[in-house]
């Protein structure tokens, strides 16, 4: 959404060697975005990214949270049956409000409700876990993680092509600064967790959302600092495994 990613992001990023092509969509003109998201916003953002051949291929750059209902509209482009991982500090599984408007708090259940292609959304990061799924744990640097796998509309076994939805919050200030509250995970215990739960699965893409806007309180350039090499470390992990065969 072009709020928090300074405009040199694209040749910060190419600088680094983690991109070979950066494409910088800007939604900043479009109105009824911002947390929630209207039926005519989502029909102009939709269509500003089908003009690309695969939109939910590669990695996705959002913005902060509040811009986490981008999810939605990327995987409303896979055409396949595939499962989705998300990785957060919250849920984003809450009732829709406001008419039943999308938004950073509910797009979750959306895509578990109504996605006709999602076979599993397993959720992992969050303390508590909506009913109605299965909750597992995982070890991750030497500490259990509880996750939650909830089936989707397609019932499948739980295996099928993986999209993974990453929200930085699910990290400690030491790592980045977010516009929500946070958890403690390291960007290491991160990766760790991502490669785990990825072992041996095709990955067909993945995003990245969180941060602070320079409108936001406690916004500095520290905190830009942060998040950008945060971003750097989280695109080199994810560009390792994204769009394997």
Known sequence: MNETYPEELGSFL???GFCDRCV??????VEGRNMYCDDEAYGIIRERLSVYPDPASGIHL???GNYHYMSRVFTSFI???YDLLLIDHHTDMQEASFGGLLSCGSWAREVLEKDENLGTLTVIGPGKFEEGGEEFSVIIGGREITGCVYKGMNDSPGNLPLYISVDKDVMGTDEC????DQGDLSVNELAEMIANLSDGRKVIG????GG???SDPGYDERALEKNLSSDAK???ILSGITDRK
Do not use: Q
Request: glycine share 0%.
């Open 234 to 236: 989280l695109i080199k």
């Open 212 to 214: 602070i806007s320079a």
């Open 206 to 209: 993945a995003d990245i959302c």
């Open 14 to 16: 190419s600088k680094e």
């Open 24 to 29: 910088r969509v800007s939604m900043r003109d």
């Open 79 to 81: 055409r396949e049956r």
């Open 177 to 180: 600064i977010t516009n929500w």
């Open 62 to 64: 959002i913005d902060t």
